[in-house]
């Protein structure tokens, strides 16, 4: 009886041993992607006082009917000042085959509004990483809508220089230093959403 009894105990050992222990989850290893530095800003850098004055001479150009001279107005304030929106419903008022491109941009900086500038720049990034011919609603990416999406992540991702400091001088992490990671992690997730979606 003793030996069954051991044998028994050495069974039940011998399948406790061979029973893998549940695994379990550490998140001591995991590793954020690096960040991927914005493009450097164009030769010559932005300027918001010429752009807004090229916006002038292409709404005088446009009223008095000079529709070509208009638009090469309107597309010099817009690689000025790409955030201008101005100079993107001028450029949609004077070029009629410009109109869905010009609208695209409008839009997606009507939307960014307010929004962060890191955020921002993120949604811009997403859109110059997209392969020519991605379909966005109505609106196809060519190559001037990535190129001009790198632009644009390139004005938003320059230190302390997007819009909200051409307007008062600080960017929107200046002046909200106590902003929790949770609320800019739902921005950035809100932003690389919308700013993809086609104009309407």
Same mark, same amino acid.
């Given at each position: 009886?003793?030996?069954?009894?051991?044998?028994?105990?050495?069974?039940?050992?011998?399948?406790?041993?061979?029973?893998?222990?549940?695994?379990?989850?550490?998140?001591?290893?995991?590793?954020?992607?690096?960040?991927?530095?914005?493009?450097?800003?164009?030769?010559?850098? &932005?300027?918001?006082?010429?752009?807004?004055?090229?916006?002038?001479?292409?709404?005088?150009?446009?009223?008095?009917?000079?529709?070509?001279?208009?638009?090469?107005?309107?597309?010099?304030?817009?690689?000025?000042?790409?955030?201008?929106?101005?100079?993107?419903?001028?450029?949609?008022?004077?070029?009629?085959?410009?109109?869905?491109?010009?609208? &695209?941009?409008?839009?997606?900086?009507?939307?960014?509004?307010?929004?962060?500038?890191?955020?921002?720049?993120?949604?811009?990034?997403?859109?110059?990483?997209?392969?020519?011919?991605?379909?966005?609603?109505? &609106?196809?990416?060519?190559?001037?809508?990535?190129?001009?999406?790198?632009?644009?992540?390139?004005?938003?991702?320059?230190?302390?220089?997007?819009?909200?400091?051409?307007?008062?001088?600080?960017?929107?992490?200046?002046?909200?230093?106590?902003?929790?990671?949770?609320?800019?992690?739902?921005?950035?997730?809100?932003?690389?959403?919308?700013?993809?979606?086609?104009?309407?």
């Amino acid at each position: 009886m003793k030996l069954a009894l051991v044998a028994a105990l050495a069974l039940l050992t011998a399948a406790c041993a061979d029973t893998p222990a549940p695994k379990t989850v550490s998140h001591r290893g995991h590793v954020s992607p690096q960040a991927v530095p914005a493009p450097p800003p164009p030769p010559g850098g &932005f300027d918001l006082a010429k752009a807004t004055a090229l916006v002038d001479e292409a709404r005088g150009h446009r009223q008095a009917g000079r529709l070509a001279e208009a638009r090469q107005a309107a597309e010099r304030a817009i690689d000025l000042w790409p955030a201008e929106t101005a100079a993107w419903n001028e450029l949609a008022a004077a070029c009629d085959s410009c109109a869905p491109y010009a609208a &695209f941009f409008a839009a997606k900086l009507e939307f960014s509004q307010g929004l962060p500038d890191r955020a921002v720049a993120l949604g811009f990034q997403n859109i110059a990483e997209e392969e020519v011919g991605t379909q966005a609603g109505n &609106f196809t990416y060519d190559q001037a809508a990535i190129d001009m999406a790198r632009r644009l992540w390139a004005f938003y991702g320059r230190a302390g220089s997007a819009e909200t400091v051409a307007s008062h001088g600080k960017t929107w992490g200046e002046e909200h230093p106590f902003t929790s990671m949770t609320v800019i992690g739902g921005t950035v997730a809100g932003i690389l959403t919308g700013i993809k979606s086609a104009a309407k």
